[in-house]
């Protein structure tokens, strides 16, 4: 069965750090992938998605992912967090072949310090 | 544009009872898909409907159901509750199904007792 690893479940940073959040699945064919972000008392909301071509994928609030084919992996990055980026994040992947089930990963926290 | 509402938003049940969340997904959508959220276990995919019909399921017991009326809201049931089944119910709707964003509703928090 497919499977989505978030290898970090908190991470704490400073204003201004860069932020790289892991994410690896499993599926060996063609996926779809996805971020989504939950701030604190919203819904949850994409991020981004990757459904093929450039495997530079950028989001919205300056986010951005690569899709690394090689290494099953879709990792997150911003260069510069801001306090306000203070939310839960997770990756989702959709195997391809038309509507099948989304896999979530189990979540990063992440709490951006003034 | 209305986002995605459900209902109740909290519901507190006991052990063996049967519980019905409803969801109302954005005018327009016709693809409803319900996740169970928690702590530790992330989103975990229950089943998705488009015009009414489920067309793909996760790996959920049968006591976890669901259905999508012709107006394209949708409900979920889960009959003989067990405690594990403590969760926040997610719906989340799209235009043409997973492919396409997905737009969350606030969710249903479920506490069995």
């Known amino acids: 069965a497919q499977s989505v690893s978030q290898h970090n479940h908190h991470v704490i940073l400073s204003e201004a750090a860069s932020l790289e959040l892991g994410c690896n699945y499993s599926y060996g064919g063609t996926v779809n992938l996805f971020w989504y972000v939950q701030y604190p008392g919203q819904h949850l909301q994409l991020l981004l998605k990757?459904?093929?071509?450039?495997?530079l994928v950028k989001g919205i609030k300056g986010f951005e992912a690569e899709f690394i084919k090689s290494k099953f992996s879709f990792n997150l990055r911003k260069p510069s967090v801001q306090w306000s980026d203070t939310a839960e994040y997770f990756c989702a992947v959709l195997n391809s072949g038309g509507y099948q089930k989304v896999t979530f990963g189990t979540g990063t926290k992440l709490q951006v310090i003034p | 544009k209305a986002g995605v509402t459900q209902t109740p938003r909290y519901l507190i049940k006991t052990r063996g009872q049967q519980v019905t969340l409803s969801c109302s997904p954005i005018?327009?959508?016709?693809?409803v898909s319900w996740y169970q959220q928690t702590p530790g276990q992330g989103l975990q995919f229950l089943f998705e409907?488009?015009?009414?019909?489920?067309?793909n399921k996760g790996n959920f017991p049968g006591r976890f159901s669901g259905r999508q009326f012709s107006n394209s809201r949708s409900e979920m049931n889960v009959s003989t509750l067990e405690l594990g089944d403590s969760a926040l119910y997610l719906c989340a709707s799209s235009s043409g199904g997973v492919l396409y964003e997905q737009y969350f509703g606030p969710g249903t928090r479920l506490t069995v007792t």
């Open positions: 990757y459904f093929s071509g450039d495997p």
């Open positions: 005018s327009g959508h016709r693809s």
């Open positions: 409907y488009f015009s009414e019909t489920q067309r």
